[in-house]
């Protein structure tokens, strides 16, 4: 059987997953989301994840399927691919601010040549001080960072520039 759900479609379906990770923004808006193919009765989706080996990419993949399977697509297939690389540049600016809302500090924008990456200075996202202190390189995921305001004495996590 043909699916009658046209890309655009079954992209806004997939716009309502919620990254497992921080459920305030969605895999789309997270820059994950890279491609949608429909042929006949089968739906290839296709992700790159954050990094490699990210612990949520499984979950990611199920949430898919599941998605799908909803919406009587019973064909999926997810793709990894990892060329380009993943960038927090692919972060929208709404996800940005859904982030800084919910208590992390997003990503600034990087300067993607052969010099290292710059990001742009980090603020507490609960009061906006850069009088800030990194805790720990690593937090509760490896793409985040734990830092603590100086000024509002909070903790909060970093998602990392890359």
Do not use: N
Not at 101 to 130: D, K
Request: with cysteine; aromatic share 6%.
């Amino acid at each position: 059987m043909v699916t009658t759900l046209q890309k655009e479609e079954i992209v806004e379906i997939l716009r309502s997953i919620p990254d497992p990770e921080i459920p305030v923004i969605s895999i789309d808006e997270l820059g994950i989301l890279r491609d949608v193919v429909v042929i006949d009765d089968h739906v290839e989706v296709v992700i790159t994840p954050t990094y490699s080996g990210c612990p949520a990419m499984k979950q990611i993949e199920e949430d898919i399927i599941a998605k799908l399977h909803e919406h009587g697509i019973d064909h999926v297939t997810v793709r990894m691919t990892y060329q380009p690389a993943w960038t927090t540049d692919w972060i929208s600016d709404i996800a940005k601010e859904k982030l800084r809302q919910y208590g992390i500090a997003p990503p600034g924008t990087t300067q993607t040549t052969l010099v290292p990456l710059i990001a742009e200075s980090i603020h507490c996202p609960h009061c906006g001080s850069v009088h800030i202190e990194e805790v720990s390189h690593f937090s509760s995921t490896a793409c985040k960072a734990l830092y603590r305001c100086l000024d509002c004495k909070e903790p909060f996590d970093y998602f990392k520039s890359i």
